[in-house]
């Protein structure tokens, strides 16, 4: 073989090696898949705001519901609500709280028929005077009387920027250093029986109740009934609309007794009822003596109640209720 042949070979055959070698060097390190990026940690819980603390008790309060009266405060926070007409045709409110209450009014005066409730419970009322056969019951009984007024005054505030009388307030603070100085005890719990009743009642979406030309309706929304006041959605001085799963609608006999329209509304004995509850009504009747407070009945027994406030509106026979 000529050997530029043997050299072009050689040649030939190291280029080979060549091109060979890279492929039989060391294996290469696979490439690691890339790390997962972390998941994104959970949002945090909206922190939850703490009940308000519980009073060891209960103590009424007489509020206002006067046009110039709206919006007033603490009327959502109480554990019952009892409505009915002052003079006139428009209702008061006697609010029961049961645990810490930072501002409750506008406060206004009592009638004889609100201060048996609260007498019922031994529960100290707050108010600003009253009727005379309302003071004459609260001095004569001798029981736990926080009237602005006459001898309580430190508990109570005015709020500059509303009009009198429509602008005076309190808070359970306040109420509870006047019950400690005047060694007064506290009233018992409103009693709400509670659980579940064992037969449907009708579906009622509605409540509306008129007194003269005041009105008042309970809407169910799906988890709770919203009130309105004339049509008008009732909300707070905080912007909290009223609410609650227990409305109790009662006739109660009423009668005008003096030149100033005072009232007489018998709330002892026995009469009809109408009571809702989470969207259903139950028909029934209501009872009560001079000493205790209401018992709501029906057909299959005792009325119970859902969680939340219970509100009781007191009609009479010229009233109107409608439900639909």
């Not at 007498?119 to 005379?132: I, R, T, V, W």
């Not at 009571?275 to 009325?303: D, I, K, L, N, V």
Request: aromatic share 8%.
């Amino acid at each position: 073989m000529p050997p530029s042949t043997f050299a072009r070979l050689a040649a030939t055959a190291a280029l080979g090696l060549l091109m060979v070698l890279p492929g039989c060097g060391p294996t290469a390190a696979p490439k690691q898949a890339p790390e997962p990026a972390p998941a994104p940690a959970p949002a945090p819980s909206p922190p939850t705001t703490p009940a308000p603390p519980p009073l060891g008790g209960t103590v009424a309060v007489m509020i206002d519901n006067l046009q110039q009266a709206r919006p007033q405060a603490g009327v959502d926070q109480a554990a019952a609500v009892v409505e009915a007409l002052a003079e006139g045709p428009i209702t008061r409110f006697e609010v029961f709280v049961d645990h810490k209450v930072g501002k409750i009014g506008p406060v206004r005066s009592l009638r004889p028929y609100f201060a048996t409730l609260a007498e019922s419970l031994g529960a100290p009322a707050a108010h600003a005077g009253g009727s005379p056969d309302a003071l004459n019951m609260v001095r004569r009984g001798g029981w736990p009387d926080l009237d602005q007024i006459y001898n309580a005054g430190s508990a109570f505030w005015r709020d500059p920027h509303r009009q009198a009388p429509h602008n005076l307030y309190t808070s359970t603070d306040k109420l509870m250093a006047a019950v400690q100085a005047k060694g007064y005890s506290l009233g018992e719990p409103v009693p709400i029986p509670r659980g579940e009743m064992t037969k449907s009642g009708t579906p009622a979406k509605t409540v509306h109740l008129d007194w003269y030309d005041y009105s008042a309706s309970w809407t169910w929304n799906g988890s709770q009934y919203v009130r309105s006041e004339n049509g008008t959605p009732h909300v707070m001085d905080d912007g909290t609309r009223i609410e609650s799963q227990n409305i109790a609608v009662i006739v109660a006999p009423d009668r005008i007794i003096d030149q100033a329209g005072r009232r007489q509304i018998t709330l002892t004995g026995s009469g009809q009822g109408w009571f809702f509850r989470s969207g259903q009504m139950f028909e029934g009747t209501w009872s009560r003596t001079s000493t205790g407070w209401f018992q709501f009945s029906t057909a299959e027994g005792p009325m119970k109640w859902a969680e939340g406030p219970l509100w009781i509106e007191i009609i009479s026979s010229s009233s109107w209720l409608s439900v639909s």
